[in-house]
């Protein structure tokens, strides 16, 4: 069956997903009871073990000025006047806090109740590394404690898309790694390596090799929002906030848009959903109260904090093995396409539009559910014709002259490329011949208006064959030059590849969507 979604419009026009009533999920970790432990008034941003009360009490950071402790019928505030996204307890009696609409991190003693700033520049934002006062952060929201280096602390700097370290000793602040990030909010150490919940839909890992090389890759989820279950590399969130351990290589995720819970499976790299029961009642739910955001496991006791709400109490944990030994498929549309065949299985094909479709089969006497995502492929290859040049650039951003006679060299080969590829390509009527200088090296592409999808990575062979040959026919081509007026001589030879070529076909990949940058590393639109 084709689920019935509303569309929502967003900025970066994107479609949300819908899911399946919560009669056919299978939940991979069920909690057979859920208890109220306190009304809340505000958004909890973050909880923790009160561990300078030794009874069982409760941290709770909130976006409203407060930071408080609680045993879930007496609560106590300890801050009023700074707005607490997250913090972490140095020892029983010092706290880091995350001062995040001040840009800042601040340092609590509980003993005298005293404040002061630790790192970045309270009440400026910015992107800058140094001491106390020097230091920028933009929007700061995590915090933990280096296990590498014991001596700092790590911050999720979210409107930088960065990793900052701040030494304690000191308050320097400094950058571990800026790249792969999206709005980084919270963050967990999992087998030495660090899990990052990205604002904008994905989880992340950052991994260090020695002390030089650090990586952060995407492991579930991406910047495309939805909500959808399954492995890792097809898996949806949207906006999520919290990730927290509940068994091993097992961590909740609170998905803040979607309104669910669900569990990150390391070990089957699988993403599924996170049901409860209330006390005294069979019924199962896979939607929690409110909106949930903040996530502390105690004991095997998980307590969701809400946007705005009531703190529950999750306990009881079950996880359960899948049900349904199909995997969910992903097709794109091509440009053109208002539908996409899809191959089921068992000698089965269906044609789908642009959706998240629920397919159900019987299975083990009950209904297995898995989904067919048919998205529009948001990046296109261009079929262009391309050469590469040693050139000084200082010689191009000379003056207009230059610009204006390599354009002009440049044209005339397009012309002369159209006439090469007669019925094979059309040169582009809506892109220009363009060049890209670096490193006094030039490399000028000459687009066409032949397009492919996505999943192509190089030009058809058959076509790409036809037009290399025509190409080592034509003496024009096989000695390819272009024009700079001031560089000595003003005609320059193209550089020929391993094959002797001066001009090659390849796929040029831009977004579909105009507006958004092309980033060649990650193959996607950003």
Partial sequence: MVMQCSWLVAIVALFIGCVAANDEIQPSLLFRSSTLFLNSTHQVLHMEVDRYKHDGSILIGSSQNHLQTTNGQTTTT?????????????????LAIVAQMIHCIKILNRDNMFTQTLAGTCGTNGYAEG???????????????????????????????ALRSVDLRTGELSTVINMGFNEPVKMLWANGTLLVVNHQHYISQVSWLGDEHISNNVIAGSIIEG??????????????????????????????????????????QKVGIVCYRHIDDTATNCNPPDEPVALLNVNNTVYVGPDEGQIYAFSGTTFLPDVCPHKNITALLALNQSTVSVYLGEGQTESFPEGIHIKT????SRSCTYYVIVERARVKRRLSFKSEFDVRCELIDYDNDSRRSLRTSIIRRKDQLQGLCEEDCMMSSTMDPFFECTKDHLTVYWPTDNLYNTTSQSPPATLSNKLKRKLSQ??????MEIFIIFHSPPAIAANKNSRGESVDVVLYSTCVDQTKPYNVGSDQCT
């Fill in 78 to 94: 300890l801050i009023s006047d700074l707005s607490v996204s997250g913090f972490t307890q140095i020892n029983r009696t010092h």
């Fill in 131 to 161: 001491g106390v006062g020097v230091g920028r952060l933009y929007n700061p929201w995590g915090v933990v404690l280096d296990i590498r280096n014991p001596g700092n602390l790590l911050v999720t700097d979210k409107h930088n898309n």
């Fill in 227 to 268: 909500d959808v279950l399954g492995g890792f590399d097809v898996a949806k969130f949207s906006f999520p906030f919290e990730i927290e351990r509940v068994g091993y290589n097992m961590y909740m995720v609170s998905d803040y848009g979607n309104k669910k819970l669900k569990l990150l499976d390391m070990n089957r």
């Fill in 361 to 364: 089969v019987p299975f083990n």
């Fill in 474 to 479: 034509s003496n024009v081509m096989k000695n």
